[in-house]
C-alpha cells in the first residue's frame, strides 16, 4: 500500500472510498470520500482497487484529483447495466472459480478504467443479490441463495412499509384495526398495552420511542392510555390494573363446561346430604339489592315454648357442590373473592352456578348452613348452634320492600318486625360494650352503558337489620370456633385511642364525628386463632355469611364441616397459610376496586363539573398544602379537597371543581367558605 493509492474502505455495513495519504506501519492515513476527509485505519479495514501508476506526476491527495479524477457522476455511471450483469452472474456460474476484483470488472468492460473498478467496487459492496466477496475474490451466488435473498429483500420491504403505515396510524392518532398490523407491530402494540397498564419494566425499541415523540406522546403510561385510547386500543375507563387480573381473562371454557355440569346434577344426592336438617318449615326470606343475582343469606324467626324466639341466619351452602380441591375451587381461591365494580360484578365462581345452584332461591329447597341463636333481654346470646340444613325461601325482599315491612308491621308478616326487635337489642348490647355505630349514607358511581350515575345508599332500617344478623352470625361461629380450638379466618382489630368524649360532642354528630372516630382505628386483622374486635364490641368474630363471594367464608364452612362429620380440620398452620395466599388476591381486588370507583368519579364530575355543592370539613389531609377531606352531603362520599386555610371540622364549604380528567386519573376539588 502506498501513497496516492486508490482504495475502498469498509467500516462496519458502511463503505467508501479513498485515496492512501500516508503509510506508517500497518496503520494508513487515507482520505475518505469526494470531500477528502482525514482518517486513520487498520490495514484490515482496506482494500486496494487500483495502484497509482508509476507514470503519475505526484500522490494525489483526493479522489478528485488526477489520475483518478473520480466524481459522483463517473462512479454511478459505473455501475453494470442489468442485461450486462445477467451475462456476467451466468459466465460465473459456468465457471465458479472465484475472481480477483480487476479480472471480475474485466466481465464488464475488457479494458477498464479506475473509474469503472471504483465504481463497481461500491456497486459489488451495496445492496446486490448477484456477487459475493470473500477475502477480495469474487464469487457468483447460486440460483438457491439468490431466491432465498429475494424472499428475505420482499419480507423486509414488507415489514418496512408495515413498520411506516404502523408509525403513521401513531403520528394520526386515528382508530386502528389491529389485523392490519404486521406481527412485529402487533407486538409493539402489546408493549404499548403493557406500558398503558404500568408494566414499564421491558423498554420501548428505540424507533418507537421516536414515532410517540412525533405523535406529542410522551414515553410514560398516562400519555401512552391517551394513545391508545385515541387508536380505539384502550377502554378510556378500563383501569391499568385490571388488564393483568385474574377476573380480566373470565373463567376457562373447561370451568365453565364443569359449572354446566354440576348444573345437572344439582338434584342429586351428594356427600353429607343425608345428615343435613330439613328446617324448610321456617319461614325464611332474604333481603338483598332489588340487582343482587346470587343471594348467599336469609332469615327465620322461630317461636319456642315458652313464649322465647330462635333467630336463625341461613347461609348458602356451595361447599355441597364444590368439595376443597375441586377446579372451581382452585379457581375461587386464586380470586379470593367477587370484585364489585361500577359496571357490575365479577364474580368468584361462574355466574351460572352462583345465581342457580349455589344461592338460596324463593321457593326452591337449598342447600344451606343454618346459624341459629337465642338473645336474654340485654342482646347478649344466650344459646346458640349451627348446622347444615335444607331450608326452603318464602320469598325475596328488596331493602325497600323490608323497610316498608318493618315501618308498617302488617299482621300478616309479623315474623320482620320481630326480627328488627331482636337485632336492634343486639346492637344496643354490642354499643355498651364500646361498638362504634358509624352508620352514614354511602354514594356510590354505578355505570349503565358507560353513563354514569350516582346511587346512595342510605342506613336504612332493612340494612341495619341485614347488616346486624351477619355480625351476629359471626360471633357464634367464632365462639364456636374458639370453643372448639378450631382454625378459622378470624377477624380482630386492636383497640385505638379515641377523642375524648367531651371533644367528641363538640363536634356535629354524623359525618363529622364519625370521621374523628375513624381516624385513629386500626385495619382489621385475619389470623388462625381469635382475639377482639374493637369497634365491632365483639370478644371474636369471624365473616361466615358471604361463601358465594368470599373464600375466607367458604373456608370457614370447609372447617365446620370438617370438625362435624368428625374428620381432622387443617390446623392453624395450614389455615393461616391459607390466609396468606388468599392476601395478594385480596389485596389486588380491593385496589382493583377502589381504583374503579374513583375512575368512575371522576367520570361523574367530568360530567357535572360546572356544578356547586354544600360540604362540611372534616380534618385536614396535609395541612400545608390545604389539602382536606370534606364531606358532601347530596353525594354522600368523603372526597380530599383543596380547603380554605384555618378550616375546622364542622366548617360549612362550597365545593367546586377544580380539575378533572379521568384519563389522567385527575380529580382537584377547591371549596371556599
Not at 462512479?75 to 459466465?91: E, H, I, V
Not at 408495515?162 to 398490523?181: F, N, T
Not at 328488627?420 to 355505570?447: F, K, N, V, Y
Request: charged content about 20%.
Amino acid at each position: 500500500m502506498h501513497r496516492g493509492d486508490l482504495i475502498g474502505v469498509r467500516d462496519g455495513n458502511r463503505h467508501q472510498l479513498g485515496v492512501v495519504t500516508d503509510v506508517q506501519d500497518r496503520r494508513i492515513t487515507v482520505a475518505l470520500g469526494l470531500h477528502g476527509k482525514r482518517q486513520v485505519l487498520p490495514l484490515r479495514q482496506i482494500q486496494l482497487v487500483w495502484s497509482l501508476p508509476t507514470t503519475a506526476a505526484s500522490p494525489p491527495e483526493r479522489l478528485s484529483q488526477m489520475p483518478w479524477g473520480l466524481d459522483a457522476a463517473s462512479l454511478q455511471a459505473a455501475a453494470p447495466a442489468p442485461r450486462d450483469l445477467a451475462t456476467a452472474w451466468q459466465l460465473l456460474q459456468a465457471d465458479p472459480a472465484p475472481l480477483p476484483l480487476k479480472d471480475w470488472v474485466c466481465l464488464f468492460s475488457p479494458a477498464p478504467e479506475p473509474s469503472q473498478v471504483a465504481g463497481l467496487w461500491l456497486w459489488l459492496q451495496g445492496d446486490q443479490l448477484w456477487f459475493d466477496e470473500r477475502n477480495g475474490q469474487i464469487v457468483a451466488r447460486s440460483a438457491g441463495d439468490l431466491h432465498s435473498l429475494r424472499r428475505q429483500r420482499r419480507r423486509l420491504r414488507l415489514q418496512q412499509a408495515e413498520q411506516v403505515s404502523w408509525h403513521q396510524h401513531i403520528l394520526g392518532r386515528k382508530p386502528l384495526a389491529v389485523d392490519e398490523l404486521g406481527p412485529h407491530q402487533q407486538d409493539e402494540l402489546q408493549l404499548l398495552l403493557m406500558w398503558a397498564s404500568g408494566e414499564t419494566d421491558t423498554p420501548l425499541p428505540e424507533p418507537l420511542q421516536q414515532a410517540l415523540r412525533r405523535a406529542g406522546c410522551h414515553c410514560e403510561p398516562q400519555a401512552i392510555r391517551q394513545l391508545l385510547v385515541d387508536l380505539n386500543q384502550w377502554d378510556p375507563h378500563q383501569l391499568p390494573a385490571w388488564r393483568q387480573s385474574v377476573w380480566a381473562h373470565g373463567f376457562s371454557a373447561e370451568l365453565e363446561a364443569h359449572a354446566a355440569d354440576l348444573l345437572t346434577r344439582v338434584d342429586q344426592p351428594w356427600p353429607g346430604d343425608e345428615g343435613r336438617r330439613d328446617r324448610s318449615s321456617l319461614h325464611c326470606v332474604t333481603i338483598d339489592d332489588e340487582d343482587t343475582q346470587d343471594v348467599d343469606d336469609g332469615l327465620s324467626l322461630e317461636r319456642l315454648d315458652g313464649g322465647s324466639e330462635r333467630l336463625w341466619i341461613h347461609v348458602a351452602d356451595p361447599g355441597r357442590l364444590i368439595p376443597a380441591g375441586d377446579p372451581l375451587d382452585l379457581e375461587a381461591r386464586r380470586r379470593a373473592s367477587s370484585l364489585y365494580l361500577a359496571r357490575g360484578i365479577e364474580p368468584m365462581f361462574p355466574w351460572q352456578l352462583s345465581c342457580s345452584a349455589l344461592s338460596l332461591r324463593a321457593g326452591h329447597r337449598c342447600a344451606a348452613w343454618s346459624i341459629w341463636a337465642e338473645l336474654d333481654s340485654d342482646g347478649a346470646v344466650a344459646a346458640s348452634g349451627l348446622e347444615r340444613t335444607w331450608i326452603r325461601p318464602a320469598y325475596r325482599l328488596s331493602y325497600g320492600d323490608a323497610d316498608e315491612l318493618i315501618e308498617l308491621a302488617p299482621p300478616e308478616e309479623p315474623d320482620l318486625t320481630a326480627i328488627h326487635r331482636l337485632l336492634q337489642r343486639r346492637r344496643q348490647w354490642r354499643q355498651a360494650r364500646g361498638a362504634l355505630l358509624l352508620d352514614q349514607p354511602e354514594g356510590r358511581i354505578r355505570c349503565r352503558n358507560d353513563h354514569s350515575h350516582l346511587e346512595v345508599s342510605e342506613p336504612t332500617s332493612g340494612r341495619l337489620l341485614v347488616a346486624e344478623a351477619m355480625i351476629l352470625a359471626g360471633a357464634v361461629v367464632a365462639a364456636f370456633g374458639a370453643a372448639q380450638g378450631l382454625a378459622l379466618p378470624y377477624r380482630s382489630q386492636l383497640p385505638a385511642p379515641l377523642p375524648p368524649s367531651n371533644a367528641l360532642q363538640q363536634l356535629p354528630p354524623g359525618p363529622v364525628r364519625h370521621a374523628a372516630l375513624k381516624q385513629g382505628l386500626g385495619r382489621g386483622l385475619s389470623q388462625a386463632t381469635p382475639g377482639p374486635h374493637f369497634s365491632l364490641g365483639l370478644e371474636s368474630y369471624v365473616q361466615a355469611t358471604s361463601p358465594i363471594r368470599r373464600y375466607g367464608d367458604l373456608l370457614v364452612q370447609r372447617q365446620l364441616a370438617a370438625l362435624l362429620a368428625g374428620q381432622e380440620p387443617l390446623d392453624h398452620h395450614a389455615v393461616q397459610q391459607q390466609l396468606s395466599d388468599l392476601s395478594e388476591p385480596l389485596r389486588q381486588g380491593n385496589q382493583i376496586s377502589r381504583d374503579d370507583q374513583r375512575h368512575w368519579r371522576q367520570v361523574w364530575f367530568a360530567a357535572h363539573r360546572s356544578e356547586q355543592w354544600h360540604g362540611l370539613f372534616l380534618r385536614w389531609l396535609r395541612e400545608s398544602d390545604q389539602l382536606g377531606l370534606i364531606w358532601i352531603e347530596a353525594l354522600a362520599m368523603e372526597l380530599p379537597c383543596h380547603c380554605p386555610a384555618g378550616s375546622q371540622p364542622g366548617d360549612a364549604l362550597e365545593v367546586r371543581v377544580h380539575r378533572v380528567d379521568p384519563l389522567q386519573d385527575c380529580l382537584q376539588l377547591r371549596a371556599q367558605r
